[in-house]
């Protein structure tokens, strides 16, 4: 029991291990950071060593998620700038009165990073919809980015933002879009394009982003160019380049890890009936349901880069756009 | 007099002061928390004339001493002390109050002089945590008082907090525990039994409980709070203070006063109840 408790431990330090890293470097570097973990700061880690270093900054509640984001609230409100990092099922959901209106009515900066978010642990861990509901929240940013490398970044350049922010912790953490292939400058609101094209628009969120772009990737063969737009930001979401896209390449697919009733593809169509921007749009992610055992949710749901691919492709028959 | 009676006597009468305004508020205003705001009147008379060192000049001072109404639908309690303090104008908080639109109404919002709004029920108790944690960091002395309700702590959010403060010795916090017996729909015992000395001693802290109407035993426990220490360590501190709804007017008794108004002639009984309650106080204190 011991042994498998501690090998999912491993494997989650491991998989968010750049961000617990770059924590520590903060904790060092910036005497105002605190940060609250919910009994997930693992022995002989740096963290723990931070902890021992900085016994009033990191702080471990134990499996009390309530009382850290409230812990936090107190913190903010003395002076701290404070992330609480935990599984988003027990963060976004379990503790959504503190954030409702402890954290977003009175406009308290606390950052909250959530791991597991999407599809990554089993029906009862599974945050299908938490960004749906933060999004309904005034006074919230919601951040998913599609990376961890991108998450460092949306971090560093958010230190002083002075709004609550969620930061949604990407699964495929071994994705490296953006240092390979473009110049990354994150800016809250402000969708990337990761690469363009005038066929169609993919937009992603999170672990959407790369399963688009291997999708455009792959639709080049046919010679169908697609335009791949990272919605790291849900909330503000980036209107403009919503509307851009629907102007220019008149075919939207949305692909997310979420609920698409509540999620990317809810927000998308909502912006271009507002705009009266008239575009086909196709929600691709879970459907409104709670998910149940299967191997890979992408594929099972068609989201993965083969189902974006056969999706684009039968909306493209006909309309003389590639060689579909 | 000796300089202990004068301050006993002042904060009594202010207190009085303060009752006589809440009665006065319900009948101007209408249904309002009247009976959990009279069994809080004394405890946080107490801070905010004496204990909380309250300057005006200084509510953003990161040294202050901050005072956290976690039971917030009592939120016209430190509005009215506010207002007295002259922090507001009286008449301007009654205007917003009857807009129900506005911010200010039943519980503490977010405003200027609040530390932390509230309203919902067990949040104040953490979040006075966060800021304990914080000064302790800090190095910064003062106290965080925290009151809440006995009904507010049937919510489990308040033992995450207490196990927590008690675990890490959170010296610098203290929480305040207005045990007026009843919530808004029964009175403590019928459904809920509770030592809370014993569960607060569990969790690490060191307990006194008081009468919290008399106001005697209310200085007799802020006095006894040793100075913060953080080398030196120590419990956080409860004051269980034991009191009761509706307090001192004698047809508000019990549950059935958790809200309500006063029409004229109810207002001028519990004038003369407050009146009476302060003569009696200051004949036991000439007699002693």
């Known amino acids: 029991m011991i042994t498998y408790n501690k090998s999912v431990q ?59 984001v409230d812990i936090a609230v107190g913190l903010t409100l003395a002076g701290k700038i404070a992330y609480i990092a935990t599984v988003s099922s027990f963060l976004a959901i379990k503790t959504l009165e503190q954030i409702h209106t402890c954290i977003a009515y009175c406009d308290i900066p606390v950052r909250l990073v959530a791991s597991n978010s999407g599809t990554a642990a089993g029906a009862t861990h599974d945050a299908i919809c938490d960004v749906g509901i933060l999004n309904a929240i005034p006074n919230m940013t919601v951040i998913v980015p599609s990376c961890n490398h991108h998450l460092i970044k949306a971090v560093e350049q958010t230190i002083e933002y002075a709004k609550p922010i969620f930061y949604k912790m990407p699964q495929d953490h071994d994705e490296k879009i953006y240092s390979e292939y473009m110049d990354d400058a994150f800016e809250i609101g402000k969708a990337m ?13 999170g672990a959407g982003v790369s399963y688009g772009f291997n999708a455009a990737k792959e639709l080049l063969a046919s010679k169908v160019k697609v335009r791949v737009i ?43 009936v507002e705009a ?20 890979n949710y992408a594929v099972h749901y068609g989201y993965d880069p083969k189902g974006i691919v056969h999706r684009i492709k039968k909306e493209l028959a006909g309309t003389g756009k590639g060689e579909c | 007099m000796n300089i202990a009676i004068r301050e006993v006597r002042y904060l009594r009468e202010k207190a009085a002061e303060i009752r006589k305004k809440i009665c006065i508020t319900a009948n101007q205003l209408g249904v309002i928390h009247v009976g959990g705001l009279l069994s809080a009147t004394d405890m946080v008379t107490a801070l905010y004339y004496k204990y909380l060192q309250f300057d005006l000049e200084k509510l953003e001072h990161p040294g202050r001493n901050r005072f956290v109404l976690s039971k917030g639908h009592c939120g016209l309690l430190v509005y009215l002390i506010l207002s007295d303090l002259g922090l507001y104008e009286w008449t301007d908080v009654c ?6 639109s506005h911010q200010i109404w039943q519980h503490a919002a977010y405003r200027k002089g609040i530390e932390v709004p509230t309203g919902t029920l067990g949040h104040g108790l953490s979040i006075s945590t966060g800021i304990a944690l914080s000064n302790r960091e800090d190095g910064i002395k003062s106290r965080i008082y925290c009151m809440v309700g006995d009904g507010e702590m049937h919510e489990g959010t308040n033992w995450e907090a207490i196990m927590y403060a008690g ?53 007799a426990a802020y006095d006894s709070l040793e100075e913060v220490d953080f080398k030196k360590g120590g419990k956080p501190v409860a004051i269980v203070a034991n009191t009761r709804k509706g307090h001192c007017i004698d047809f508000m008794q019990g549950p059935d006063w958790h809200v ?16 009476n309650d302060l003569k009696q106080k200051e004949e036991e204190d000439d007699y002693l």
């Open chain 1, 230 to 272: 990272d919605m790291h930001t849900f909330k503000p979401i980036d209107k403009e380049a919503i509307i851009k896209a629907a102007v220019e390449t008149g075919l939207i697919v949305t692909v997310e890890d979420q609920n698409v009733q509540s999620g990317l593809g809810a927000v998308v169509s909502a912006v271009l």
């Open chain 1, 10 to 68: 491993v494997r989650a330090q491991n998989k968010y291990g750049i961000f617990y890293n770059y924590m520590v470097d903060l904790l060092h570097k910036d005497g105002r950071i605190c940060y609250l973990a919910c009994d997930t700061i693992m022995e002989d880690s740096n963290m723990r060593k931070a902890m021992e270093a900085y016994p009033n900054r990191v702080i471990d509640v134990g499996i009390a998620e309530q009382n850290a």
């Open chain 2, 167 to 219: 675990s890490h010795q959170l010296c610098n916090l203290v929480c305040i525990v207005d045990f007026n017996q009843c919530s808004s729909s029964f009175r403590h015992g019928d459904g809920i039994v509770f030592n809370w000395q014993a569960a607060f001693e569990a969790f690490g802290w060191e307990v006194k409980v008081i009468d919290g109407h008399n106001m005697h035993e209310i200085m």
């Open chain 2, 260 to 275: 309500g108004s006063l029409d004229e002639e109810k207002l001028r009984q519990a004038i003369v109840c407050i009146e």
């Open chain 1, 193 to 205: 394009t990761v690469c363009d094209g005038n066929d169609a628009t993919i937009i992603g969120m």
């Open chain 1, 276 to 295: 009266n921007v008239w575009c086909r749009v196709i929600k691709l992610g879970i459907p409104d349901e709670f998910l149940k055992h299967t191997e």
């Open chain 2, 95 to 100: 205007r917003q109050f009857q807009q129900s």
